[in-house]
């Protein structure tokens, strides 16, 4: 068990719909991350969060966004789905922002959450 | 571009057959390079990260090295519970984490 929780573990909806996932970090921990893994494109960077700040932008599609909360939480919005976008989401989380010019740090992953779009 | 390749796709080993997995990559300005394995189903699990040429990493029966261009990992005298995925990313100056499709790693008793 890594520390890093998701939720939900699964989620089954349509075409055109919204959905949100969350993530809470690891206690203590500032970054978040947030990947996208399919069985064609293998894991994908998405977007990272430092302590309620973007840091870092992926591959992530204008329909997506993402936001960091006081508390450290962070969720992932998927508006106006396609059947391309489903596939597991990880979250994962890390003490450090990884600055530059300062080794980056260790990121710990959550269990995932399963997106399946109909 | 940040690229990054890994081979073989799949290895199947006997128990106790040691062998090197492959990270080939192309980055500008390296800041780290990791190593994970996933099991089916689940999160990748943190295994190590290199910062620069040269450096070397010992867990149990795994051993990560890295050059300019590539990292091995090495798996001495595998277990079955060795068996899983195994990732190589890297984190270049842009900050953004490329990940390889990863290697299939097998191990029969």
């Known amino acids: 068990d890594s520390g890093v929780t998701q939720t939900p573990k699964h989620l089954i909806t349509a075409t055109g719909q919204r959905v949100t996932l969350r993530c809470s970090p690891r206690s203590g921990d500032l970054s978040v991350y947030w990947y996208q893994q399919s069985l064609d494109q293998g894991l994908q960077f998405l977007i990272q969060?430092?302590?309620?700040?973007?840091?870092a932008k992926g591959n992530i599609l204008e329909r997506f966004s993402a936001q960091q909360f006081p508390d450290l939480h962070s969720e992932l919005n998927l508006s106006s789905l396609e059947l391309g976008d489903s596939a597991l989401y990880f979250c994962a989380s890390s003490v450090e922002e990884g600055l530059a010019g300062a080794p980056t740090d260790t990121q710990y992953f959550g269990p995932g959450t399963r997106l399946t779009v109909l | 571009e940040d690229q990054v390749t890994q081979s073989p796709e799949a290895l199947r080993l006997q128990e106790g057959e040691s062998s090197s997995l492959n990270c080939s990559y192309t980055v500008s300005g390296l800041r780290g390079l990791f190593w994970y394995r996933q099991d089916p189903g689940k999160g990748p699990e943190f295994l190590f990260t290199l910062y620069s040429a040269g450096e070397e990493k010992e867990k149990e029966r795994l051993k990560a090295t890295l050059t300019k261009k590539e990292s091995f990992l090495h798996i001495t005298a595998p277990k079955p519970e060795d068996s899983a995925t195994y990732l190589c990313?890297?984190?270049?100056?842009?900050?953004?984490?490329?990940f390889g499709p990863g290697t299939r790693l097998s191990v029969l008793p």
């Open positions: 990313a890297v984190q270049g100056r842009g900050q953004n984490f490329v």
């Open positions: 969060y430092y302590n309620g700040e973007e840091r």
